[in-house]
């Protein structure tokens, strides 16, 4: 597609219940990161994927958040046991990788945010 | 982690004024990025800046990486220039990539 798409674009769930977010990086995009943004606030960087590589997990903040990503496309975010904190907007943004004398870096460049899904957990 | 702070918090003009947003942070970065994030949520590429200047249209910005501050510059202001504007950075330092560090952002409302 022209862009980053994510689904659902909306979520209610119960506390307690488990949820999965979606999200189709740009072709080609080999960098994939996921983004929590609670109500006014900025973006709170959660995870990363590069390529093939094990992910970056450092910002996940808890053990109930874990990713998966299927080759160099797309990611599921799975959320355990929901809680009412856990409600916020989940972006998802990717890009291409830097490339300096034809060794990939771990920094990024550009990246491109998707519509998002607002989880709301009751 | 590095610090990104942006001022003014609030800013709200008459239609056709300029203004200036800032971003300071604290530490040497491979990425910075400013957004609009419009009334839907969506957050629209505006510049990708880790240094120098650029123009487009009615918006320009400046990064200074060696005193580590980014200017946003908006031009002829209209109304649906309002939103808030974030500055983003992916910080040089670590073995690791950490996505990028947002500032709280400026919230600009332009007034008919």
């Known amino acids: ?122 | 982690g590095i610090q990104v702070e942006q001022s003014p918090p609030d800013l709200i003009l008459q239609e056709g004024a300029n203004s200036t947003l800032r971003c300071n942070f604290s530490d040497s970065v491979n990425n910075l990025q400013w957004f609009h994030q419009n009334p839907w949520g969506q957050l629209i590429n505006l510049f990708y800046i880790p240094s120098g200047t650029k123009q487009n249209g009615r918006l320009s910005a400046t990064t200074v990486a060696t005193e580590r501050y980014s200017l946003l510059y908006i031009s002829s202001s209209q109304t649906t220039d309002s939103g808030v504007y974030f500055c983003a950075v992916e910080r040089r330092s670590g073995g690791g990539a950490d996505g990028l560090t947002f500032g709280k952002g400026t919230h600009l409302i332009i007034q008919p």
């Open chain 1, 1 to 122: 597609g022209a862009g980053v798409s994510q689904s659902p674009s909306n979520k209610v769930t119960e506390k307690g219940k488990d949820v999965e977010l979606r999200c189709d990086p740009i072709s080609g995009h080999t960098a994939l990161y996921w983004y929590r943004q609670r109500l006014g606030q900025g973006l709170e960087f959660l995870i990363y994927f590069q390529g093939n590589s094990a992910p970056d997990k450092s910002g996940l903040p808890s053990d109930r958040f874990s990713a998966e990503r299927t080759g160099e496309s797309v990611s599921t975010l799975t959320i355990q046991r929901t809680q009412q904190e856990d409600s916020a907007v989940y972006l998802c943004a990717s890009s291409l990788p830097k490339r300096t004398s034809g060794v990939l870096l771990k920094s990024s460049y550009e990246q491109y945010f998707g519509p998002g899904t607002r989880l709301t957990v009751t």
